[in-house]
């Protein structure tokens, strides 16, 4: 069953907390960005192990496969937009529709544990290409295709906001399903 697209604007996380995510993007400290996005992808990809992960709590809401199938292209994606920051200021990152993507690449019939290798994989990576910038590099721009506007700190911060909102996503599902 179809999922309604997300077409909400996010960025709102950078100025005050996110009530269902358990973050704070006002208050992040972005030099520790690689130590969280390596926690929050094991604490998901964890979560695929549980045997409910191909099962959605409602009709209106991810499997935990499919938040894990998301987030690990979000990792993906925002390893490649950090580089088109740091290769130019003022970046201009392409279009992506996620809930296309979910569809096209059929997120609920792939294979949980390998998803969760992937997941982890792509945590590490991105953790690994924040956690090489520094000094001057956090003021570089990127801006979205709708017109928003980052700077790789800013971006950072958002970008965090994300793994640990679905994290909370997938625990809530979990509890919803019972057993």
């Given at each position: 069953?179809?999922?309604?697209?997300?077409?909400?604007?996010?960025?709102?996380?950078l100025e005050?907390?996110?009530?269902?995510?358990?973050?704070?993007?006002?208050?992040?400290?972005?030099?520790?960005?690689?130590?969280a996005?390596?926690?929050t992808?094991?604490?998901?990809a964890?979560l695929?192990?549980?045997?409910?992960?191909?099962?959605r709590?409602?009709?209106a809401?991810w499997s935990a496969?499919e938040y894990g199938?998301?987030?690990?292209?979000?990792?993906?994606?925002?390893?490649?937009?950090l580089g088109?920051m740091l290769a130019?200021?003022?970046?201009?990152f392409?279009?992506w529709?996620?809930?296309?993507?979910?569809?096209?690449d059929?997120y609920?019939?792939?294979d949980?544990?390998?998803v969760?290798a992937?997941?982890?994989?792509?945590?590490?990576?991105?953790?690994a290409?924040?956690?090489?910038?520094?000094g001057?590099?956090?003021?570089r721009?990127?801006?979205?295709?709708?017109?928003?506007?980052?700077?790789?700190d800013?971006?950072a911060?958002?970008m965090?906001?994300?793994?640990?909102h679905?994290?909370?996503?997938v625990?809530?599902?979990?509890?919803?399903?019972?057993g």
């Open positions: 069953m179809a999922i309604t697209p997300d077409d909400k604007n996010w960025t709102w996380v005050r907390p996110c009530p269902e995510g358990r973050f704070d993007g006002s208050t992040f400290d972005v030099g520790s960005i690689g130590a996005l390596v926690a992808g094991e604490a998901l964890g695929l192990a549980d045997g409910r992960a191909r099962t709590p409602d009709d809401t496969l199938c998301h987030v690990r292209d979000v990792y993906r994606l925002y390893e490649y937009r088109l130019e200021d003022g970046a201009r392409p279009n529709d996620q809930d296309a993507t979910a569809v096209e059929d609920g019939t792939q949980p544990m390998v969760a992937e997941l982890r994989a792509a945590a590490q990576s991105l953790a290409a924040f956690d090489r910038v520094s001057e590099q956090w003021s721009r990127g801006i979205r295709s709708d017109g928003a506007e980052f700077t790789i800013s971006f911060r958002y965090v906001h994300d793994p640990v679905h994290v909370a996503d625990e809530r599902g979990y509890a919803r399903l019972g």
